[in-house]
């Protein structure tokens, strides 16, 4: 495998399309190149099932970022029929605690003692949207201390829970990776280019910036998806991820 190869896979586009063919076209540029495709809400709320299994048909490696967050046994039906669809990784919230956490895991493990041809998928937790600043986690959410301080705890309890890794701003990745050790997977989104907008997000790294503090893999919507040439772009920010391996 070529380091082009093995950098793509670490790449996850956010399908963050309005309609199936929106999305399928955008799926048509990048062509040829092995990234993760992330499916949200957006495209999975119009799109449903049938857009993951096509994707998964043509190859691609899947991300569902549904991000539940309910109690343990609607959490564990819904990590059963996610499991079911193929997918390679899901999420759900790190608030929502370590038992609802285990039921996810519980879920998916009974959707494979049903059928072999599965594979287990990662399974992460969100900690902080990278949306959430100092302010908004003290004044609004309601938690004390410091961002780092609070993603560090749930990434604590998402390994207590025996989930694979974390939702993080790569700024917290470090403080992750010396909590729960360097086979604890980080996934970041909040990767803006240098110049770019940031759009919604406050806490943001370049994709150099995200590879260099340890994240194994970075999420980069609008960037790609917002370019004048998708394909142009998610090839940019590959060689840039090249150069911080």
């Not at 989930?163 to 993080?168: E, N, R, S």
Request: aromatic share 4%.
């Amino acid at each position: 495998m070529s380091n082009f190869h093995r950098t793509a896979g670490r790449l996850m586009v956010a399908l963050d399309c309005p309609s199936a063919e929106q999305a399928r076209a955008l799926v048509r540029q990048l062509e040829g190149i092995p990234c993760y495709m992330k499916v949200g809400m957006q495209l999975f709320y119009t799109a449903g099932p049938d857009f993951v299994k096509e994707l998964k048909a043509s190859g691609y490696s899947v991300f569902l970022d549904l991000k539940m967050h309910d109690i343990p046994n609607t959490v564990r039906g819904g990590a059963n029929s996610i499991t079911r669809l193929g997918v390679d990784m899901f999420n759900v919230h790190a608030a929502g605690g370590v038992q609802m956490m285990r039921a996810a895991r519980l879920g998916a493990e009974e959707a494979l003692a049903k059928d072999l041809s599965l594979s287990m998928p990662l399974i992460i937790a969100v900690t902080q949207l990278t949306s959430t600043d100092q302010r908004t986690l003290n004044d609004e959410i309601g938690i004390s201390g410091t961002v780092e301080q609070a993603v560090t705890k749930y990434a604590l309890l998402t390994k207590e829970a025996g989930l694979d890794g974390v939702v993080a701003s790569s700024l917290e990745v470090p403080a992750i990776k010396a909590a729960c050790g360097s086979a604890f997977k980080t996934i970041t989104p909040g990767i803006r280019l240098h110049g770019g907008e940031l759009g919604d997000q406050a806490r943001v790294l370049t994709p150099r910036e995200a590879i260099r503090n340890g994240s194994d893999f970075i999420v980069v919507g609008r960037p790609i998806t917002a370019s004048a040439n998708p394909r142009e772009a998610a090839e940019h920010i590959i060689e840039e991820m090249k150069q911080s391996c």
